[in-house]
T-cell receptor, first 114, second 115 residues
């Protein structure tokens, strides 16, 4: 079956630090990969996505590259802000396996301190 | 923002009582989903729907049932609530494109406490 593994948190960084949140996956078909973000007290919002190998998704200064050879989709940002404090979820859908269900990682909580 | 609302937003109930949560969308999307979010587990799929009256089970469907009589509404029912069903419940919608890429958009969530 499909699964997503992301680094355990919480992660605490100082403002302007570099961020990496690791995400690896297993899938039986041809997954599309996503990062969602959840701010305190809110639902999940799509942050970025990539639909095929070597695609790079980007949004709000965040980037992630779909690496098929390493089955990874690590999230990066060059300079984090306090407003980036949230929980980040890596996820995949495996439509090539006939399913549109999202499989999520467990989430990584990021706290950015001034 | 996608037009998704959930009701109620907060509910406290007692063990053994029935509970129904409602998800309403204004986007006319075909697919609707119910997830639960628990610490240490991320989000887990309970049930989903791929059309009116077409539903299927997800990863953690035991103790839950769903119904979809209209495109815009997807109901989640706990027939007899248990304390293990205390959680935050999220509804999501999507419209799979030709490439099958399925971006899901989430509602604001319902916090359910079963005493």
């Amino acid at each position: 079956g499909n699964s997503v593994t992301q680094m355990e948190g919480p992660v605490t960084l100082s403002e302007e630090a570099f961020l990496t949140i690791n995400c690896t996956y297993t899938a039986t078909g041809y997954p599309s990969l996503f990062w969602y973000v959840q701010y305190p007290g809110e639902g999940l919002q799509l942050l970025l996505k990539a639909t095929k190998a070597d695609d790079k998704g980007s949004n709000k200064g965040f980037e992630a590259t779909y690496r098929k050879e390493t089955t990874s989709f690590h999230l990066e940002k060059g300079s984090v802000q306090v407003s980036d404090s949230a929980v980040y979820f890596c996820a995949l859908t495996d439509s090539g396996a006939g399913s549109y269900q999202l499989t999520f990682g467990k989430g990584t909580k990021l706290s950015v301190i001034p | 923002d996608a037009g998704i609302t959930q009701s109620p937003r907060h509910k406290v109930t007692e063990t053994g009582t029935p509970v129904t949560l409602r998800c309403h969308q204004t986007e006319n999307h075909r697919y609707m989903y119910w997830y639960r979010q628990d610490p240490g587990h991320g989000l887990r799929l309970i049930h989903y729907s791929y059309g009116v009256k077409d539903t299927d089970k997800g990863e953690v469907s035991d103790g839950y049932s769903v119904s979809r009589s209209k495109t815009e509404d997807f109901l989640l029912t706990l027939e007899s609530a248990t304390s293990s069903q205390t959680s935050v419940y999220f509804c999501a919608i999507s419209s799979a494109g030709l490439a099958g890429v399925d971006t899901q958009y989430f509602g604001p969530g319902t916090r359910l406490t079963v005493l």
